[in-house]
């Protein structure tokens, strides 16, 4: 049973060593049924030290919204998915063809749009983690760590 924390905190770092946040990129959460992807949404931009934090009401509205408009995508509810999720930021050739799918789908919502308009993501390779959540993460403010290494041109 997936329980959302109040809130999660995303630090965004370079891959060199510094622990330096990075800003500008894109993060995402997806959710998981039996392993498998269920739902993802776009968080936001990191702030210029490389944190974004979202609250997990906010997440639990993006999926409502979401299910009201698909509907036979997203037949069962977030609390029905499995107890952990995953945070990732898109890189390179992945970010891009995404940012360019975005930019003509009248489905994806202007401030979305804006965020890969200006998101920084081409320039590193995708990454991920996942975090496990319980009751005892509830209200908790639960902290991920992205590490973001440069693309090798």
């Known amino acids: ?22 800003g500008g990129v894109l993060v995402s959460l997806r959710t998981l049924r039996h ?18 934090r979202v609250g997990g009401e906010t997440i639990q509205q993006a999926f409502t919204r979401n299910q ?5 995508d997203y037949r069962v509810a977030l609390e029905d998915c499995d107890p952990e999720i995953e945070i990732y930021a898109r890189g390179g050739a ?4 995404w940012r360019a799918e975005t930019s003509h789908s009248t489905l994806v919502r202007s401030d979305v749009k804006s965020w890969y308009d200006n998101a920084r993501n081409g320039e590193f390779e995708s990454t991920s983690r ?11 403010d639960v902290m991920v760590e992205l ?6 041109p």
């Open 1 to 22: 049973m997936l329980v959302l924390p109040e809130r999660i905190s995303v630090h965004a770092v370079s891959s060199l060593g510094t622990q330096r946040g990075v």
């Open 35 to 52: 392993g498998s992807a269920y739902y993802s949404t776009a968080l936001g931009l990191t702030d210029t030290e490389g944190w974004i």
């Open 68 to 72: 009201d408009l698909f509907p036979f």
């Open 94 to 97: 992945d970010f891009e063809r």
């Open 130 to 140: 996942r975090a496990e959540l319980s009751t005892d993460t509830a209200l908790a």
């Open 147 to 152: 590490e973001m290494r440069s693309r090798v």
